[in-house]
């Protein structure tokens, strides 16, 4: 379909964080085994729920960058390693309970937990791992860092709320669908990348640059997702194509077609999001409107843009591996297919 080429087009393979997970290839294995100690428990649904997603696969982007951006100045302890597997939890709570408010059956290619255990344990595994992170985050002892983090905590849900309050409004501009990314994807990028340098002790500047690589990055990852649900495919992304369509989400390519379209096109996504019409035709119609006013490679270009403000808040630092990887990681969320 001439969706997926458009999208990519400046496509790069997983290469594109292989520097990272180099260097950060040691640090990775403490956090994955402290994921596995965490995550148990004597009740049996606890582990079984949590490493049905723990365990599926995903790259484990953010503690990888929580580790690279410790490594970066000149960290040593094992503090990092405690405080990316409380982002990588705080990201799989986020999907866990995300998934219960979509009512999504698929994540990672696998059923959700939800579709296995139930809304109930899906809820309450979350709220399991939100404990253990934040006693991971007392155990570092930076009040800093915690704050940091708690604060990412409770930002995540406003925009989960906001999220909520947007549902299947086509009045939602662009700032205000920003303003929900920005809250529900960007601030935890943003604190992992930030409590790097926190717990190595780091100026003021070297903290702003991480939060603000962290922020954009986020941006530029969640638009890129946007354009991935109507321009990409299932064995890619690992979950079913359309999925935000199904569920009424309002997207930017959403809103962008919207605001571009005539009456006629306006009252289709009417009836498509608001009132649910929305088979496999009305999501063929909404891709070909996609294209039509350019919603799609719009967005794209959107989050090449908070890619280029990610790049230029780490360009006063002083050269490193860590920095040349966070840098890849950048060109890998903006050109990625999966």
Known sequence: MGVVIALGENKKDAAGIDKLVGLVAGGMERVNELI???????????????NHLISSGGKRLRPMITLAAADM????GEGHVKLATSVEFMHTATLLHDDVVDESH???????????????????????LLGQAFKMMVEVGSLDALDVLSTAASVIAEGEVMQLAAAKNLETTEDEYLAVIKAKTAALFSAAAEVGPIIAKSTRAERAALRSYGLNLGLAF????????YGGN??????????????????????LSYRRGT??????????IENGENGNSELENARDLMMKYSALPDTIQRARHFGEIAR????????????????????FCVSRVN
Do not use: C
């Open 234 to 255: 299932a064995k890619d992304l690992g979950k079913n194509t359309g999925d935000d369509f199904r569920e009424g989400k309002i997207t930017l390519p959403v809103v």
């Open 312 to 331: 230029d808040a780490l360009a006063p630092l002083k050269p490193s591996p860590q920095k040349n990887a966070l840098l890849d990681v950048v060109e």
């Open 106 to 128: 698929m994540r990672r290619s696998k059923p959700t937990a939800r579709m296995i255990w139930g809304n109930q344990a899906s809820v309450l595994v979350g709220d399991y």
């Open 36 to 50: 596995l100690s965490k995550a148990g428990s004597d009740v049996e649904m606890i582990p079984e729920v949590a």
């Open 222 to 229: 969640q638009l890129v997702d946007d354009a991935l649900d």
């Open 263 to 272: 009456d006629a096109e306006r009252d289709f996504w009417k009836k498509s």
């Open 73 to 76: 100045f000149g960290y040593h």
